[in-house]
Nanobody
Framework: QVSLVESGGGLVQPGGSLRLSCTAS????????QGWYRQAPGKERELVAV???????IYGDSAKGRFTISLESVDNAVYLQMNSLEAEDTAVYYC????????????WGQGTQVTVSS
């Protein structure tokens, strides 16, 4: 079993920044992807950013130019630096990991609330 623990959410003013962290623990096999998704009230969960094992990084349209995803292999950690935050970024942010145990399995964190408001 794999456990993902997120931190770093909170309340921030428009234009501000936040850094989300997610550490993975447990029986982790070959990591395929690590990333962040978010879900705003009344909306479907959407991709924020994901890093593939080969190094390819994909950002959702809302994150391009403002958010940066990074990895730390020591702790199997993934970070999301969010700058120039807007009210529309308000959502619960979820960490995601897919690995080949085997088999291929996917895990989610519990979610961390990000609220952008003045």
């Amino acid at each position: 079993q794999v456990s993902l623990v997120e931190s770093g959410g909170g309340l921030v003013q428009p234009g501000g920044s936040l850094r989300l962290s997610c550490t993975a623990s447990g029986r982790i096999g070959r990591i395929l992807t690590q990333g962040w998704y978010r879900q705003a009230p009344g909306k479907e969960r959407e991709l924020v950013a994901v890093v593939h094992s080969g190094g390819t990084t994909i950002y959702g349209d809302s994150a391009k130019g403002r958010f940066t995803i990074s990895l730390e292999s020591v702790d199997n950690a993934v970070y999301l630096q969010m700058n120039s935050l807007e009210a529309e970024d308000t959502a619960v942010y979820y960490c995601n990991l897919r690995h080949w145990g085997p088999p291929v399995s996917e895990y989610w964190g519990q979610g961390t609330q990000v609220t952008v408001s003045s």
